[in-house]
């Protein structure tokens, strides 16, 4: 079954992404941080208000479905040379099923098509099999970084790929 990419811009979808972000951060981020910085990273920062702000600053949401079902979430924003990946979730059961190797080509197509000479992103340094599954795609880690959200510390490897 092939995915459908469902743009968010109703108020209707950015609150199933917020939802599923919630889930998803969760689920991805629990080792890493306790329960209340935790839930204050995803209603900061991936809240329906967070999102709709996102959107806002021409950031562009997407649900992922397969057979009508959301699956995942993916963001990406236009930069001056490059195509921002802000976001690529999808729930546990549908990783390893080439769904998120397809979305990532999809975005190298519109960057090239765009006339965007890479992709870049950021992954959360500990997490290492996502490192890995970049790294596997092109994808050269940068040094880490350490970024302040609020009084909460993000541990963050920049990677990119020329395209």
């Not at 092939?2 to 199933?16: Q, S």
Request: charged share 25%.
């Amino acid at each position: 079954m092939k995915p459908d990419y469902k743009l968010v811009a109703k108020a209707k979808y950015i609150h199933l992404t917020a939802d599923l972000a919630a889930a998803l951060w969760q689920e991805c981020y629990k080792k890493f941080y306790p329960p209340k910085q935790l839930d204050a990273l995803v209603q900061r920062l991936q809240s329906a208000d967070a999102i709709e702000e996102d959107i806002d600053g021409q950031a562009n949401y997407f649900v992922v479905q397969l057979g009508g079902k959301p699956v995942g979430y993916f963001a990406w924003k236009m930069e001056n040379t490059a195509l921002h990946l802000l976001h690529l979730y999808l729930l546990p059961e549908y990783r390893g099923k080439a769904l998120g190797r397809d979305i990532l080509a999809s975005c190298e197509r519109l960057a090239r098509s765009d006339g965007k000479g890479r992709v870049w992103l950021h992954v959360h340094t500990k997490a290492l099999p996502v490192i890995a599954f970049f790294k596997e795609r092109g994808y050269r880690p940068g040094a880490p970084e350490t970024v302040d959200d609020g009084g909460i510390r993000m541990d963050l490897t920049p990677m990119e790929k020329f395209l």
